[in-house]
């Protein structure tokens, strides 16, 4: 079978495993492809455009050997390699870059790229860190701007009406992932977590209606697989940093466990909720993204309390534990992350009043350090297997 003639997992795995050829092919159809960092830049200006969205990560096989030159060793480590893969011409199809606030080492690269990568087009998005209805604003103002320069740069004009109709199609990626999800809560799973990981990726490397109809295959097709995973002992939930590879998820997985739910940025956290389709679409955008992703990067509201404060900020992890029947939680650092390792005690202390056993390891985002992680993870098993 033909790369062409690929459908479901086989094609989620094809593309996982060269992220950057679909784009490629694309872009010698006369297609033009803007890359963009973290969850906040608003794809939907890229759809409405016909530009395709391309989520840039880093490579958790390939040293850092450029990247050292123009960010030190003391900021994360996944922002470090995606810009050293850069300028190693791993993303030389790009037309445009889109980078934003979502941490400072984003930001940081951001700035970076636009002063030593060779972009046609290139923009910082400032995103607020509290979801007061004056940072909304604020953040409606700055894609606003954004909104501009793609209109300049492309000279097409993003219209409320072509705009609602790229939320539209975007809502329904976002549904079609939830329900693939929903394809987790039996006992054992029916798609393997890192096989979601494989699809989620694959629909951030081309235009949204083709990763909608991947999605749609790959939903069918394990309606009707035989090859169910393996029932284990585990079923886990796994928050926190990004995870674009499935080394570790196999190793996670490899250790006796399933997992059955995740909250990472490379996982349901960017789809858990719909764009209201309205009059004023930017400050639709806007809300979504900055009240609605639910980011460590962003401050919420504080309870009575340190533990009403853990409710108010994690509830639906409660929601999640309950739905998919999760038996055990998997915190995953990227070391230098500081948002989400400053989270961890919180987090930590929010699973286990649920009655959770939790693990938190931190990770070199390198595969080559992942092996000495796995006795750790099997010890979490023997505690859930008690």
């Known amino acids: 079978m033909t790369a062409n003639t690929l459908k479901g997992l086989a094609k989620a795995d094809d593309i996982y495993r060269n992220r950057s050829k679909r784009a490629r092919e694309l872009k010698a159809e006369g297609k033009k492809v803007f890359g963009y960092f973290c969850c906040y830049p608003p794809v939907e200006f890229f759809t409405a455009l016909d530009v395709v969205p391309f989520r840039l990560l880093g490579d958790m096989d390939e040293p850092i050997t450029v990247g050292d030159g123009y960010l030190p060793p003391v900021m994360c480590i996944f922002y470090r390699s995606v810009f050293d893969i850069s300028k190693k011409d791993r993303y030389d199809f790009l037309d445009g870059f889109v980078g934003c606030h979502a941490c400072d080492g984003c930001e940081r690269t951001t700035h970076i790229w636009k002063d030593y990568m060779i972009t046609p087009y290139s923009f910082y998005l400032d995103v607020p860190h509290t979801a007061h209805k004056a940072s909304i604003d604020f953040f409606k103002g700055q894609m606003e701007y954004l909104k501009k320069t793609l209109e300049e740069h492309t000279g097409k004009q993003i219209t409320p009406e072509a705009l609602n109709n790229a939320i539209a199609v975007h809502n329904k990626q976002r549904a079609l992932v939830r329900d693939l999800y929903d394809l987790r809560k039996s006992d054992p799973p029916l798609i393997t977590g890192s096989e979601v990981l494989k699809v989620i990726i694959a629909t951030m490397c081309m ?26 002992v585990g079923r886990i939930l796994v928050w926190g940093s ?116 939790v693990l938190v390891l931190e990770e070199d985002y390198s595969t080559a350090s992942l092996e000495p992680l796995r006795t750790r993870l099997q010890a979490l098993k023997e505690t859930i297997a008690g």
């Open 242 to 357: 990004l995870i674009d590879n499935t080394a570790l998820t196999e190793l996670v997985e490899n250790s006796g466990m399933n997992i059955v739910m995740d909250d990472t940025a490379i996982g349901y956290r960017p789809f858990m909720h719909d764009v209201e389709i309205s009059s004023d679409p930017v400050f639709s955008l806007a809300e979504h993204y900055l009240v609605h992703i639910l980011c460590p990067r962003t401050f919420r509201e504080t309870g009575a309390s340190y533990m009403d404060d853990l409710e108010d900020r994690f509830s639906y992890l409660k929601e999640f534990a309950k739905e998919w029947n999760v038996n055990g939680a998997y915190l995953n650092i990227v070391r230098n992350c500081d948002p989400h390792g400053y989270e961890v005690p919180g987090m930590k202390d929010y699973l286990e009043s649920l009655g959770l056993p």
């Open 207 to 232: 235009p949204v209606e083709e990763g909608n109809k991947l999605l749609e295959d790959v939903i069918e097709e394990i309606k009707t697989r035989t090859d169910v995973p393996e029932k284990k």
